[in-house]
């Protein structure tokens, strides 16, 4: 029987995705498929010896599509009875597997793990904001709000074990957007899962490094922000979830700061489409509310929930 399936999307870090590799235990219950996103055929070369290497390790190859179809790819293989996702360029920490061995055997759809943010440059801890760890020691002094930052706050989907069975009864996959491609499956699987655990332990390390993906700012990707999170706080909203992410009027103030005033409307154009109108918007940067994403994250998030630090 296979327990875990981890899915690893990859382009052009042979080396990187080879210590992630070295990371995962070699067992006969743990099925690993990298989903190589249309890398270099340099790149591609360098994954020739890893089925010699890491025998339980299945590499799938597509065009360049995106992140988010690439986990796709990588769900469409999953067999386990738990999927896992890592990025790359990250690895899991020593002895990973022994914490979710343990949460495993028990009746969880859904596991939160804690995560350790390290310096590329350094191998230091990240001076960068750790928000996984500052929304579970909320979550330990307040478990009903921390609870709620967990199934819908907290939008990366590593650190998360998956009951398989959640993903493909409802349905739940990865959109294919240039940024935060990853938010609807992690609020989804928040939503749809009965029974959850948290470990405040880490079992994953992710790596700050400059030049990443989520760092990067251009038009696009403000207005791709906008549609992301106005879909998610609708969906929210329909449901009965007592939660509005703020991020979704994050690339208006970004706007407003940086004199993008077509940019601006067209945010408005697509927060439009979920029912956010520009009264709704401006009422929300008036009380200033909006801080940028991860600076300050522990203030933030006891102001938004009215949890004294």
């Given at each position: 029987?296979?327990?875990?399936?981890?899915?690893?999307?990859?382009?052009?870090?042979?080396?990187?995705?080879?210590?992630?590799?070295?990371?995962?235990?070699?067992?006969?219950?743990?099925?690993?498929?990298?989903?190589?996103d249309g890398s270099?055929?340099?790149?591609?070369?360098?994954?020739?010896?890893?089925?010699?290497?890491?025998?339980?390790?299945?590499?799938?190859?597509?065009?360049?599509?995106?992140?988010?179809?690439?986990?796709?790819?990588?769900?469409?293989?999953?067999?386990?009875?738990?999927?896992?996702?890592?990025?790359?360029?990250?690895?899991?920490?020593?002895?990973?597997?022994?914490?979710?061995?343990?949460?495993?055997?028990?009746?969880?759809?859904?596991?939160?793990?804690?995560?350790?943010?390290?310096?590329?440059?350094?191998?230091?801890?990240?001076?960068?904001?750790?928000?996984?760890?500052?929304?579970?020691?909320?979550?330990?002094?307040?478990?009903?709000?921390?609870?709620?930052?967990?199934?819908?706050?907290?939008?990366?989907?590593?650190?998360?074990?998956?009951?398989?069975?959640?993903?493909?009864?409802?349905?739940?996959?990865?959109?294919?957007?240039?940024?935060?491609?990853?938010?609807?499956?992690?609020?989804?699987?928040?939503?749809?899962?009965?029974?959850?655990?948290?470990?405040?332990?880490?079992?994953?390390?992710?790596?700050?490094?400059?030049?990443?993906?989520?760092?990067?700012?251009?038009?696009?990707?403000?207005?791709?922000?906008?549609?992301?999170?106005?879909?998610?706080?609708?969906?929210?909203?329909?449901?009965?979830?007592?939660?509005?992410?703020?991020?979704?009027?994050?690339?208006?103030?970004?706007?407003?700061?940086?004199?993008?005033?077509?940019?601006?409307?067209?945010?408005?154009?697509?927060?439009?489409?979920?029912?956010?109108?520009?009264?709704?918007?401006?009422?929300?940067?008036?009380?200033?509310?909006?801080?940028?994403?991860?600076?300050?994250?522990?203030?933030?998030?006891?102001?938004?929930?009215?949890?004294?630090k």
């Amino acid at each position: 029987m296979t327990n875990y399936s981890i899915v690893i999307p990859h382009y052009n870090l042979p080396a990187l995705l080879r210590r992630c590799l070295g990371s995962i235990p070699q067992r006969d219950d743990i099925q690993v498929i990298v989903v190589d996103d249309g890398s270099s055929e340099e790149s591609k070369s360098a994954l020739e010896d890893i089925g010699i290497d890491f025998p339980n390790v299945q590499v799938v190859y597509q065009e360049n599509l995106g992140g988010g179809a690439a986990r796709n790819r990588g769900l469409a293989e999953a067999k386990g009875k738990f999927v896992m996702f890592a990025d790359a360029d990250d690895y899991f920490c020593k002895n990973f597997i022994e914490l979710v061995d343990r949460y495993a055997t028990q009746d969880n759809d859904i596991v939160y793990f804690n995560a350790n943010f390290v310096d590329a440059d350094t191998g230091k801890p990240a001076k960068q904001k750790n928000h996984v760890d500052e929304i579970i020691k909320l979550y330990k002094k307040n478990a009903t709000k921390g609870e709620t930052l967990l199934r819908y706050y907290f939008g990366e989907p590593w650190c998360k074990m998956v009951r398989r069975s959640i993903i493909e009864d409802n349905g739940i996959r990865f959109e294919q957007t240039k940024i935060h491609n990853d938010t609807r499956f992690s609020y989804l699987v928040g939503y749809f899962a009965k029974n959850m655990a948290v470990c405040g332990e880490p079992i994953y390390n992710y790596i700050v490094r400059q030049g990443s993906v989520s760092k990067i700012i251009s038009d696009d990707r403000l207005i791709a922000r906008v549609s992301v999170f106005g879909q998610k706080n609708r969906f929210l909203q329909e449901h009965g979830i007592d939660f509005f992410d703020k991020l979704m009027v994050w690339p208006f103030k970004y706007c407003k700061e940086h004199g993008k005033g077509d940019i601006y409307m067209r945010c408005l154009e697509e927060a439009a489409k979920y029912g956010y109108d520009e009264k709704f918007i401006r009422k929300l940067l008036r009380q200033n509310k909006i801080e940028t994403f991860l600076p300050r994250v522990k203030k933030k998030i006891c102001k938004m929930m009215g949890i004294k630090k």
